[in-house]
């Protein structure tokens, strides 16, 4: 039962217990009445009867039977009322004993006098055993000092008074209560506490979870509160830090800013249509468009006429796919300025996302003037490579004038066989027309080695087309022949056939194998003269699909000392040499995109070896 309902029962009986007290006195006060009126009539009758006439007597009578009715109306309304208290009292009964609020008595003494079942139930002991006993005794010994102010409050203030208590409970063991009291006099004026003692346990355990729940919230309230605090430490931390990154982001982008705009590079930035989203300044200065005339739109507007069309489908077709293929590569391209000239550019891609949108970084830098530099630097090392064709065929003049001489001297002879033919009577005409074709293959070899001669050492320009290294070889090796001879060197060829062709400059790369060749016969040429001279010529196909060119001697070797100077220009091992042979050999083949390398261990000869790729469909450009 809640405190509402106890509260609202308790104030029920005490009613009822007012209107049967009310009752009583009532009734008490009308038998006092009825009692005092008839003494009175009774010894005013008395004294006046013997005095009385008949008449008199008469009026008397009517007198004591009208107080007779008024007394017997009277009688019947006390019964009536005794009827509607003893109701009355019956129903205070029931209601005392079923309360579900427990209702004690006490004497001044604190001695329980009487107490309602639900009293007991909340003792948890029968109604027999309480009565005459100390209600302390049944107080939680935590209240009894409070119990007892109460009680003291009640006696000596005798006004009403309320506590919450703990009472002793066998079951439970303990058990909240709420103690309303009030105090009053009994019948025999006698001070009476009467005690309502309502069970609050669930409210109080309630209370007790809120309390805990209050408390625990209060914690979490407070740690929230600390984290809160701390979170937003953090946050201010975080906003100071992100302001100063600001600033510093803000510095470093007038940082990249101004090296943007301040770099010789132009910087063209595409989305994935092609279409010009940011320039730098150094594209304006390469093309001579302003920003407003690039920006928005397409990239095919810097590609030239003839290509246009091209780029366009390439832009359409291939671009968002193919272009990543481009990114970390630099392509050397042609773009085309305001003025519609041509512009050499090295181009580098790079890519970058903004919300899920790709966009494309080109870099292009100008090379015209390299370019003019690097045609420079081949008509120079033409010039190099000349000069050293003319001072290769001089060493080797003495060789070449011994092969030139045979077929001349053979000429000599077959022309004078003829004449001696001619001059007899009868001239053998069949003997001197096989002497004169004779005589045409000497004058046709010596034209042939004159003539590679002129084309080997005359200046020319860098001419490059399709070629079998193999058949280079066997044309250097016949200019070597007579040098060969002379200096008892043997030449063993091993190359590999079926090789695919080449695609350089054939005089270039001839002069590449003649200078090696020289090389080794001039190593060669120290060796003792009983001491086997051999010189090795190898080619062979690579996985990498370029050919490896391989040029062996066994002579005494390169000193270790000169080998990281020997690939320098203007060093020579020779006392006449320029020291520009090998250093415009590795400068040509490495112009070919090739690589010249060397092996020497000493007495035990030195092997010079280069590679070169093979000739593709793109290469004829």
Same mark, same amino acid.
């Given at each position: 039962?809640?405190?509402?309902?106890?509260?609202?029962?308790?104030?029920?009986?005490?009613?009822?217990?007012?209107?049967?007290?009310?009752?009583?006195?009532?009734?008490?006060?009308?038998?006092?009445?009825?009692?005092?009126?008839?003494?009175?009539?009774?010894?005013?009758?008395?004294?006046?009867?013997?005095?009385?006439?008949?008449?008199?007597?008469?009026?008397?009578?009517?007198?004591?039977?009208?107080?007779?009715?008024?007394?017997?109306?009277?009688?019947?309304?006390?019964?009536?009322?005794?009827?509607?208290?003893?109701?009355?009292?019956?129903r205070f009964a029931k209601l005392y004993n079923f309360s579900p609020v427990g209702f004690i008595t006490l004497n001044k003494e604190g001695l329980i006098q009487e107490m309602n079942p639900a009293a007991a139930q909340l003792l948890d002991c029968s109604l027999d055993k309480f009565i005459c006993t100390k209600l302390e005794d049944y107080i939680h010994p935590s209240d009894l000092e409070d119990y007892r102010f109460f009680f003291h409050h009640l006696v000596s203030k005798q006004s009403d008074a309320l506590m919450d208590i703990r009472l002793k409970n066998r079951t439970s063991g303990c058990i909240y209560a709420e103690c309303r009291g009030k105090s009053?006099?009994?019948?025999?004026?006698?001070?009476?506490?009467?005690?309502?003692?309502?069970?609050?346990?669930?409210?109080?355990?309630?209370?007790?979870?809120?309390?805990?729940?209050?408390?625990?919230?209060? +914690? *979490?309230? $407070?740690?929230?509160? &600390?984290?809160?605090?701390?979170?937003? /430490?953090?946050?201010?931390?975080?906003? #100071? !830090?992100?302001?100063?990154?600001?600033?510093?982001?803000?510095?470093?982008?007038?940082?990249?800013?101004?090296?943007?705009?301040?770099?010789?590079?132009?910087?063209?930035?595409?989305?994935?249509?092609?279409?010009?989203?940011?320039?730098?300044?150094?594209?304006?200065?390469?093309?001579?468009?302003? +920003? *407003?005339? $690039?920006?928005?739109? &397409?990239?095919?507007?810097?590609?030239? /006429?003839?290509?246009?069309?091209?780029? #366009? !489908?390439?832009?359409?077709?291939?671009?968002?796919?193919?272009?990543?293929?481009?990114?970390?590569?630099?392509?050397?391209?042609?773009?085309?300025?305001?003025?519609?000239?041509?512009?050499?550019?090295?181009?580098?891609?790079?890519?970058?996302?903004?919300?899920?949108?790709?966009?494309?970084?080109?870099?292009?830098?100008?090379?015209?003037?390299?370019?003019?530099?690097?045609?420079?630097?081949?008509?120079?090392?033409?010039?190099?490579?000349?000069?050293?064709?003319?001072?290769?065929?001089?060493?080797?003049?003495?060789?070449?004038?011994?092969?030139?001489?045979?077929?001349?001297?053979?000429?000599?002879?077959?022309?004078?066989?003829?004449?001696?033919?001619?001059?007899?009577?009868?001239?053998?005409?069949?003997?001197?027309?096989?002497?004169?074709?004779?005589?045409?293959?000497?004058?046709?070899?010596?034209?042939?080695?004159?003539?590679?001669?002129?084309?080997?050492?005359?200046?020319?320009?860098?001419?490059?087309?399709?070629?079998?290294?193999?058949?280079?070889?066997?044309?250097?090796?016949?200019?070597?022949?007579?040098?060969?001879?002379?200096?008892?060197?043997?030449?063993?060829?091993?190359?590999?056939?079926?090789?695919?062709?080449?695609?350089?400059?054939?005089?270039?790369?001839?002069?590449?194998?003649?200078?090696?060749?020289?090389?080794?016969?001039?190593?060669?040429?120290?060796?003792?003269?009983?001491?086997?001279?051999?010189?090795?010529?190898?080619?062979?196909?690579?996985?990498?699909?370029?050919?490896?060119?391989?040029?062996?001697?066994?002579?005494?070797?390169?000193?270790?000392?000169?080998?990281?100077?020997?690939?320098?220009?203007?060093?020579?091992?020779?006392?006449?040499?320029?020291?520009?042979?090998?250093?415009?050999?590795?400068?040509?083949?490495?112009?070919?995109?090739?690589?010249?390398?060397?092996?020497?261990?000493?007495?035990?000869?030195?092997?010079?070896?280069?590679?070169?790729?093979?000739?593709?469909?793109?290469?004829?450009?």
């Open positions: 039962m809640n405190n509402q309902h106890a509260k609202q029962f308790e104030f029920e009986l005490e009613n009822i217990f007012s209107k049967c007290e009310q009752a009583q006195f009532l009734l008490n006060q009308q038998h006092q009445n009825i009692r005092k009126q008839t003494e009175s009539l009774v010894n005013k009758t008395g004294n006046g009867i013997a005095l009385s006439t008949a008449e008199g007597i008469q009026n008397m009578i009517f007198e004591l039977q009208t107080y007779k009715k008024e007394l017997q109306l009277q009688n019947d309304e006390l019964i009536r009322a005794r009827k509607e208290l003893t109701a009355s009292l019956n009053s006099f009994n019948g025999q004026n006698e001070i009476e506490i009467c005690l309502s003692i309502n069970n609050i346990t669930d409210r109080k355990l309630a209370e007790h979870a809120i309390a805990e729940l209050n408390e625990k919230l209060e +914690e *979490k309230v $407070l740690q929230q509160t &600390s984290d809160l605090s701390e979170s937003n /430490l953090n946050l201010q931390r975080k906003i #100071a !830090e992100l302001n100063d990154s600001k600033h510093q982001l803000m510095e470093r982008e007038a940082k990249l800013n101004s090296i943007f705009n301040a770099s010789i590079e132009g910087i063209i930035t595409v989305d994935m249509s092609g279409i010009i989203v940011s320039i730098n300044t150094a594209v304006e200065s390469i093309f001579g468009y302003s +920003e *407003k005339e $690039l920006i928005g739109h &397409s990239i095919s507007k810097l590609i030239p /006429l003839k290509k246009k069309k091209q780029h #366009a !489908e390439y832009l359409r077709k291939y671009f968002p796919t193919h272009l990543s293929d481009l990114i970390g590569v630099v392509k050397e391209v042609e773009w085309q300025r305001k003025d519609h000239s041509l512009v050499p550019l090295d181009l580098s891609i790079a890519e970058f996302s903004i919300d899920g949108i790709s966009y494309f970084t080109g870099i292009v830098r100008d090379v015209t003037l390299r370019k003019r530099q690097e045609q420079k630097d081949k008509e120079h090392l033409e010039e190099l490579a000349h000069v050293t064709r003319l001072g290769l065929m001089g060493e080797m003049a003495s060789g070449i004038a011994h092969e030139v001489n045979q077929p001349l001297t053979a000429i000599a002879g077959y022309t004078d066989a003829c004449l001696r033919f001619i001059q007899s009577e009868n001239p053998d005409l069949q003997k001197i027309g096989q002497i004169l074709k004779k005589t045409n293959e000497q004058a046709l070899k010596a034209g042939q080695i004159i003539h590679r001669m002129r084309e080997f050492i005359k200046g020319r320009k860098l001419h490059r087309t399709t070629a079998d290294i193999n058949a280079l070889i066997h044309d250097a090796a016949s200019l070597c022949a007579g040098d060969l001879k002379q200096n008892n060197i043997h030449l063993k060829l091993e190359l590999e056939e079926g090789l695919p062709p080449i695609y350089v400059d054939y005089v270039q790369i001839e002069q590449v194998i003649l200078n090696l060749v020289k090389n080794s016969m001039d190593a060669l040429t120290v060796l003792p003269v009983n001491t086997k001279r051999q010189l090795i010529i190898r080619t062979h196909l690579n996985d990498s699909n370029t050919i490896t060119t391989l040029i062996k001697d066994n002579g005494p070797g390169i000193e270790p000392s000169e080998q990281e100077k020997i690939l320098t220009p203007f060093y020579s091992t020779k006392p006449s040499g320029m020291g520009m042979g090998l250093s415009i050999s590795r400068s040509i083949i490495e112009s070919h995109d090739g690589i010249l390398h060397f092996n020497s261990k000493q007495r035990k000869g030195t092997s010079f070896y280069f590679t070169l790729p093979t000739w593709s469909k793109s290469d004829d450009r």
